[in-house]
């Protein structure tokens, strides 16, 4: 069991150090066997890309909870999380209860969102995995760009 949950690890990890290297494809390829296996496993994958999409948001924060805002790309104006496609608002609602620290949220919404999408045979599940991993390459991206900009400056940062 450990070497199966040691094996999962390292695709993830491989999965988005391909996405870091510009290879988006090829990271969700390599998630999709995970997947595959059912939901226990895709709620692990989820829950480890959220791991890394907010590391730095909670690393930095000073605010005691994570709030979801959306804004409207054309006015600037708050909108409802209610008026994203499905599975932006899962994406972004998830990764918020994740990074809020309450996977039983997290889970709730990864139940009521997986039922729907096997009820309806909706793609919208695979869209929201590939959010979430983009969010994850974002920030995993960010997180070497500050470690080589600290090795470069002679700083000591891990």
Known sequence: MTEQFNDEV???GDALAAGVAGDLE?????LQPLVDRGR??????LGSLAEAATFIARRDSTAGAFGLHV??????????????????RFAF???TAWANR?????LDLFT?????????????????IGLVYGMAV???AQLIREAREAREAGEDRP
């Open 138 to 140: 974002t920030t995993s």
């Open 40 to 45: 226990r496993e895709t709620f692990a994958v």
């Open 26 to 30: 090829r990271g969700t390829t390599m």
């Open 71 to 88: 804004a409207d790309i054309t006015t600037g104006e708050s909108t409802s999380a209610d008026d994203l496609p499905p599975p932006m």
């Open 10 to 12: 390292r695709t993830i």
């Open 112 to 128: 009521v969102f997986a039922d729907h999408c096997e009820r309806t045979g909706a793609p919208d599940l695979g869209e929201a």
């Open 102 to 106: 309450d996977p039983d949220a997290a």
């Open 93 to 95: 609602q998830y990764v």
